[in-house]
């Protein structure tokens, strides 16, 4: 059978901050720079998932591409678009909102909905020149 990878691309609008609480301020401006702004900074975020897995011979899809898009939707774009990441969204309380986090996190929170048959890939562009992808753990 055929592997064939199908992508949804998406966009949220975000704030966040870069700091460690149990730094000063001097010590988070010296890692951090600009990113560590106490009034925090925003990003156009772009997303693109991708996932991976064998046509299915019935339907001709590895995933129906309207139940991708309903999922980035319900679990990503409504939980992240337009909020502070540090203060409004509960995975981010403890955790630095780092692109290479955020994405984490993505991933984690669509893996549950997507057959563990397939594999999930998250690339996440916080600027059009600075993207991360992740594809699990190892």
């Known amino acids: ?16 901050r870069l700091y460690r ?3 000063n301020d001097a010590q988070n401006e010296a890692i ?13 975020y772009e997303l693109i998932v991708s996932v991976t897995g064998e046509i299915d011979a019935e339907t001709g899809y590895v995933m129906d591409m309207k139940v991708l898009k309903d ?4 679990h990503i774009e409504d939980a992240f678009d337009h909020k502070n990441l540090n203060e409004q969204v509960p995975e981010f309380s403890t955790l630095i909102p780092t692109a290479e986090n955020i994405s ?3 991933w984690e929170k669509l893996r549950p909905h997507i057959s563990s048959e397939k594999d999930l890939s998250i690339t996440l562009y916080e600027t059009p020149r600075n993207y991360v992808k992740f594809s699990g753990p190892n």
């Open 32 to 44: 951090f720079d600009k990113c560590s702004n106490p009034y925090f900074h925003g990003h156009n």
């Open 104 to 106: 984490v996190v993505i």
């Open 21 to 23: 609480k149990d730094w």
């Open 71 to 74: 999922l980035i939707k319900l």
């Open 1 to 16: 059978m055929n592997k064939v990878t199908v992508c949804r691309k998406a966009h949220f609008n975000a704030a966040h």
